[in-house]
């Protein structure tokens, strides 16, 4: 089985302050690891992945994230933070096996002035 | 064209109504996804449907049913639902089944 936690269900940061949000999992097999963001009233748009090879990986709006295996953890990370990445973020584990992504909980990023 | 759509964005519905929901891609996607998501909760797998056929069912009410036409598009029909079956439905595809999703603006159904 197969599962993901998201520390902190609300993340508050100045704009222009680096970003952290956290994500562990657990999978019995290799893991694909994704990052979703959802802005209010919207679908999920997909941020990064993680699938085999390089373990930091880039994504979108400047976002990146590692796989550290040692660690099950894929944080997510920007270095400098703007209002527009106010909104929920999920992480989403994927064994490749049974076709559906486990999401975890979900973090609501708040950028303040 | 790179992304799924879904309609119609909002419905409202009394208990005794039946209607659908369509979603669709032209990305070539053999796989094909219906979420539930409830507010501040991540969303909930319903269905999947992989080359058109139903491989999933997430022991979803028999009140929703789906329908995969053909690759591209995919229905949910709805009758007799609950208040509580209110949220924000989502559809997402991808390559193949395992592979990262690409979802929909998702409808926000109202049940009355």
């Known amino acids: 089985a197969q599962s993901v936690t998201q520390l902190g269900s609300h993340v508050s940061v100045s704009e222009g302050a680096l970003v952290l949000l956290r994500c562990n999992y657990s999978?019995?097999?290799?893991?694909?690891l994704f990052w979703y963001v959802q802005y209010p009233n919207q679908g999920l748009q997909l941020l990064l992945k993680?699938?085999?090879?390089?373990?930091l990986v880039k994504g979108i709006n400047g976002f990146e994230a590692e796989f550290k295996k040692s660690e099950t953890s894929f944080h997510l990370t920007k270095p400098s933070a703007h209002m527009s990445d106010a909104a929920e973020y999920f992480c989403?584990?994927?064994?490749?096996?049974?076709?559906?992504?486990?999401f975890g909980t979900g973090t609501r990023l708040q950028v303040t002035l | 064209d790179t992304e799924v759509t879904q309609t119609p964005k909002h419905l409202v519905m009394g208990m005794t109504n039946k209607k659908s929901l369509k979603c669709e891609q032209h990305?070539?996607?053999?796989?094909m996804y219906w979420y539930k998501q409830k507010a501040k909760k991540p969303p909930e797998l319903m269905f999947v449907?992989?080359?058109?056929?139903?491989?999933i069912n997430e022991s979803v009410p028999s009140r929703f049913s789906p329908e995969c036409p053909n690759s591209s598009l995919l229905n949910l029909h709805l009758h007799a639902l609950q208040p509580e079956d209110s949220a924000l439905y989502l559809c997402?595809?991808?390559?193949?089944?395992?592979?990262?999703?690409?979802f929909g603006p998702g409808t926000r159904l109202t049940v009355l």
């Open positions: 997402a595809s991808s390559q193949d089944p395992g592979r990262e999703q690409f």
């Open positions: 999978s019995s097999v290799p893991p694909y």
């Open positions: 993680y699938t085999t090879g390089a373990t």
């Open positions: 989403a584990v994927d064994t490749g096996t049974a076709s559906k992504l486990t």
């Open positions: 990305m070539g996607h053999r796989a």
């Open positions: 449907y992989s080359y058109e056929k139903l491989s």
